[in-house]
Every structure is written in structure tokens, then in C-alpha cells.
């Protein structure tokens, strides 16, 4: 009895760390797949779906990228892999995505010549040029 | 200048509720929201939400978001001003809203106030560094955008919100190497996801904390270090991580700036999330044309905000003289009452209990 109960909980353990490993495995694995870097868009999902959306163009430091119509600027840049928005006015230490909720001013940029536009909320428009921010901005 | 009956800020849960009840019953409503997109926090929360079936549990907050923005927008008591922001609230009732490159001025007979809540930030080295994300911003980002930020995550905080996010994260296909926390016990998260991230191989790591991040120009790996019950980092203990994201879900605290700057009655009360608005069970401040609904009077959740924001929304209906049923009004009190004793943690209560036993400065 002592014995079986012993195997047992060797099996039991042998079978947490597979779950474990195996789940990482496939993490790993569809990672590779998916994402040819720097496009980080998901495109396997239990429970949502997201429907291609009509790509546009757009400008970020003068290099031409491609985001989808309406999400937020920020957004369509991480997915384009640029982690740096904006630098902070002092130091000029390297800033990026926060809170999305234009609360926290940690990614304003300059987009089409206007400074301090919360990229997080404005919806990204075909041919729109997007650009660091590197001071407190200045109103043309 | 605009003079609706009803002026609600913020298109969450709770002031898409207070929009719908208070036109419902009559009166004229006009809703602000910064965002493009009605529906607040509920359009990035995939999972199914707990309590009473006939209050929503069981649906998704992404399908409740969708149910409430079309019954507001086929509202025609309600004109919703979308992608604008509040900017200014004056003394004399008028306020200011920034639409591009002009302002609305509005001047309504009740306003209810629904701005909902903003992350907390924690003290360590560089928590400035690109990488460094709100959880909530993850969540928007994977769960209404579809894009994941990074490939390898570490989560700080094992409350609510950072144990769904963890879990969310996996669902959509990244790698969690750990959600830490400084208590030596779960926050308040549900056992269901704790449950469900341990079994994915996912190590909740309690009595540890972030002590800074590094990399160039981006997250490249956090430190952590081990706490002991006074919360003094124990030497030995350090642990790196490979992570190009880190998480904080480390609270949330309401976003009060236009009440504070109208001047209404708050009381610090760390169980709600630090500075929260003195209001009475209809959500009635001490200014009695203004109510406060949601996050932003307290820290709860999606179920109590939309039963606050029905509440004041029919209270600021009744007030101006329209046909309100009382009985109803009534119900959804005792309902909101039962629902928090029932789901919420003991902390919210407690919290909440001190917060009824303020006073209302005139």
C-alpha cells in the first residue's frame, strides 16, 4: 500500500512538471511561428477573434510602417516593435507605452507637426507622420 | 453653450449606466469620454465575470461593454461627446470640454462623475524604462488590439488584476515567468485563476519584490529580491529574470482630479485606493448636483459600478422632477449593498463602512 501510494506521487510529480514544460514548449513553439519580429500581432486566440482591419500607412521618424485603421498610435508602434516614444524633457531618458488611457503622459509624440499628442488614444490615420518627442513641444 | 439635465464623464460601466438610467426616465443627458470608444475598462476584460446572472455575471465584460454602448447610442435622450476630453470644471457649474482645437462649455443641472481609476506606480530603479507597462495597458493592448508587447513577461502584484492578466497573457500565446508579490499571501485575486496560472506553470513567488530593471533603451531583465514580514529585502534572495516586460499591478487609485479641483469632501481611505470622494449611498457628494460613480468613488469592480451608475443615475432624474420608480430605485440599492458583502473582499467593506461613517462638510 505504502509503495503504491510512493509511485503514485512520483507519477503525480513526473505529470506537473510535462504540464509544465509542455506548456512552455508550446508557448516557445507557436511564438517562433507567429512572430516573425518585429510583427507581434496575435493571430491564434481561445476566445477572441480579431478580424483584419484595412491596413494604411504611416511614418514614424520618416520610415514607412504599416499599422491597422483606428488603433491607437502607440499601438500599431509596438506592433511595429519601436519600444522609445518620447524622451523625458530633462534627462532625456527614454520613455514609452504606460497606461493607454491618456492618463500618464508617457507617450506624447509629434504627429503631423503637433506636439503632446497622446498616442495611446489617437486613432492612427493613413499617412500620418509620427515622430519622438524630445522637448516640452512648441505650437507652430 | 449646451444645458443638458444630466453631464456624465466617463463612458465606462458605470457612466453608461447612469446615461441610460437617467434617460430612460426622462431627462436629457449629454456623456463625455476621452476615448474614441464608448465602454470604458469592460473592452479589454476577456474574462467571465462572477456574482448574479441577472447583474451580468457569467457574461464577458467585452459583451457587456457592447450591450451597454448600443443601448446608449440608441438612446436619443443622449448625446455622447467621444474622443473629447473634460478639462475644466468651474465653481459657477460650467464645464469645460476640449474638442480638437475649440471648447464646448456645458452647462448641466446634475452632473455624475465616472472617470474611473489609474494605475499606481511603485519605487524601483529605472521604473521609467520602456517595458515598464501598466497591466491594464497590456491587457488593452493584447485584448482589444490583438498586439503583444514582448515575448517574455513578469508580473508585479498578485491581485486581481495581475493574476488575470497573467492568465490572459498565456491565453494569447506569451511566456510568464512569474507574477511576484510583496505580501506572503495572494492579493485579492480569485482562487480560480490563482489556480488556473499554477497549473500552467506559472510560480506565484509571494514575499518577493522588484528591485529595478535594466537594458538598453528598453527592459532587458528585472531583479527581485526576497522580503521578510517587516518587508526588509533579504541578502541571498536576488533573482533575475529574463523579461522584456515588466507588469505593475499594484492597485489602482481614482482619478479625482476634477473633483479636487472643485473642491468636494474626500477622505484618505488606503482599502478604496487612497483619496475617494465622500459620497452617500446614491452617490451624492457633499456638493448635492454632483454624484460620483464607479472606480472613481472607491475601487470595486464592473458589477458594483453599473449598479452605482443606474443608482445616480435615476437619483439625478428624480431630482429634477421626473417620473422615477421609486421602488426600483430602492431595489437597486439593496441589491448593490448585498452584492458587496457577498463577493467583495472584507477590506472593500471595511473600507467602505469607514468612508459611511464621515461626515459631509458643507
Not at chain 1, 506521487?9 to 516557445?28: G, P
Amino acid at each position: 500500500m505504502k509503495k503504491e501510494w510512493h509511485v503514485y506521487l512520483a507519477c503525480d510529480k513526473i505529470a506537473r512538471l510535462l504540464v509544465s514544460l509542455e506548456m512552455n514548449l508550446v508557448c516557445f513553439q507557436t511564438l517562433e511561428r507567429r512572430w516573425p519580429t518585429p510583427l507581434r500581432r496575435i493571430k491564434i486566440h481561445p476566445i477572441l477573434t480579431f478580424p483584419p482591419k484595412p491596413k494604411v500607412q504611416f511614418f514614424f521618424e520618416g520610415e514607412q510602417m504599416e499599422g491597422a485603421e483606428g488603433e491607437p498610435i502607440a499601438a500599431a508602434l509596438v506592433a511595429n516593435g519601436i519600444s522609445t516614444f518620447r524622451e523625458s524633457v530633462d534627462l532625456h531618458r527614454p520613455r514609452g507605452f504606460f497606461c493607454a488611457i491618456g492618463n500618464c503622459s508617457s507617450c506624447l509624440m509629434v504627429v503631423d507637426d503637433v506636439p503632446n499628442v497622446r498616442t495611446c488614444i489617437v486613432p492612427l490615420h493613413q499617412g500620418m507622420r509620427v515622430q519622438v518627442q524630445r522637448d516640452k513641444g512648441v505650437l507652430k | 453653450m449646451k444645458e443638458p439635465d444630466v453631464l456624465v464623464v466617463g463612458g465606462g460601466p458605470a457612466g453608461m449606466n447612469a446615461a441610460l438610467a437617467a434617460a430612460e426616465s426622462g431627462a436629457s443627458v449629454v456623456l463625455v469620454d476621452r476615448f474614441a470608444k464608448l465602454g470604458g475598462q469592460l473592452v479589454k476584460q476577456t474574462h467571465k465575470f462572477f456574482g448574479w446572472a441577472d447583474r451580468g455575471a457569467g457574461a464577458r465584460g467585452i459583451e457587456l461593454a457592447q450591450k451597454w454602448s448600443h443601448a446608449v447610442l440608441a438612446q436619443p435622450q443622449v448625446e455622447t461627446y467621444l474622443g473629447k476630453e473634460m478639462i475644466g470644471a468651474y465653481r459657477d457649474g460650467i464645464w469645460l470640454v476640449a474638442d480638437q482645437e475649440k471648447y464646448i462649455k456645458i452647462k448641466p443641472k446634475r452632473t455624475v462623475i465616472a472617470t474611473g481609476a489609474s494605475e499606481k506606480m511603485i519605487l524601483f530603479e529605472n521604473n521609467d524604462l520602456p517595458g515598464v507597462y501598466g497591466a491594464g495597458a497590456v491587457q488593452t493592448l493584447m485584448n482589444s488590439y490583438g498586439i503583444l508587447p514582448g515575448e517574455h513577461y513578469l508580473i508585479v502584484g498578485s491581485g486581481n488584476v495581475g493574476v488575470i492578466v497573467a492568465y490572459q497573457l498565456l491565453q494569447a500565446g506569451a511566456v510568464v515567468r512569474a507574477v511576484i508579490d510583496v505580501l506572503p499571501r495572494l492579493g485579492g485575486a480569485y482562487w480560480v485563476h490563482a489556480a488556473k496560472i499554477q497549473r500552467a506553470g506559472i510560480p506565484i513567488l509571494l514575499q518577493r519584490t522588484i528591485t529595478g530593471v535594466y537594458g538598453n533603451q528598453k527592459v532587458e531583465r528585472a531583479e527581485t529580491v526576497g522580503v521578510d514580514d517587516k518587508f526588509r529585502l533579504i541578502p541571498g534572495t536576488e533573482r533575475t529574470f529574463r523579461v522584456d516586460v515588466v507588469c505593475l499591478a499594484v492597485g489602482l487609485t481614482p482619478l479625482s482630479d476634477l473633483l479636487f479641483e472643485l473642491g468636494i469632501q474626500e477622505y484618505y481611505i488606503p482599502e478604496l485606493g487612497g483619496f475617494v470622494p465622500w459620497h452617500d449611498q446614491t452617490g451624492r457628494t457633499n456638493r448635492k448636483d454632483l454624484f460620483v460613480v464607479g472606480d472613481v468613488s472607491g475601487i470595486e469592480e464592473a458589477t458594483t459600478a453599473s449598479l452605482q451608475g443606474r443608482i445616480a443615475g435615476l437619483t439625478a432624474a428624480s431630482d429634477l422632477g421626473y417620473a422615477v420608480d421609486e421602488q426600483m430605485r430602492r431595489r437597486l440599492i439593496e441589491a448593490l449593498a448585498e452584492f458587496r458583502c457577498s463577493t467583495l473582499s472584507q477590506n472593500v467593506c471595511s473600507g467602505l463602512d469607514r468612508l459611511a461613517g464621515k461626515e459631509a462638510s458643507q
